[in-house]
């Protein structure tokens, strides 16, 4: 399993959450597509999200999300906006 990170909007640089922590995340996941283009982040087709739910709050660090997450969102900061890429 590997992780990249696209910042698409830094956070505050600071505040980055720690094992067990419980983080806000608004999320959209997309399947990877190869044919769709590096400028689109090879976004493919949408199967979930988060938008227009309401918040999704969770523990992060701990298994209780895909381990792509655990891994990517803890590299993140307060208010950050990222691309990950979790492959396989």
């Given amino acids: 399993m590997g992780v990249t990170k696209k910042v698409l909007k830094k956070g505050n640089e600071v505040d980055m ?3 067990g922590d419980e983080v806000t995340i608004e999320y959209t996941g997309n399947l990877y597509d190869q044919t769709i283009g590096a400028s689109n982040d ?3 087709k949408q199967f979930d999200s988060s938008v227009g739910r309401g918040d999704f709050k969770t523990a992060i660090g701990v298994g209780k999300v895909i381990k792509g997450w655990d891994v990517g969102v ?3 900061t307060l208010g950050e906006k990222s ?3 979790i492959s396989g």
Avoid: A, D, F
Wanted: proline share 8%; hydrophobic share 35%.
């Fill in 42 to 44: 090879y976004r493919g």
């Fill in 17 to 19: 959450p720690k094992q």
């Fill in 74 to 76: 803890m590299e993140m």
């Fill in 83 to 85: 691309v990950l890429t």
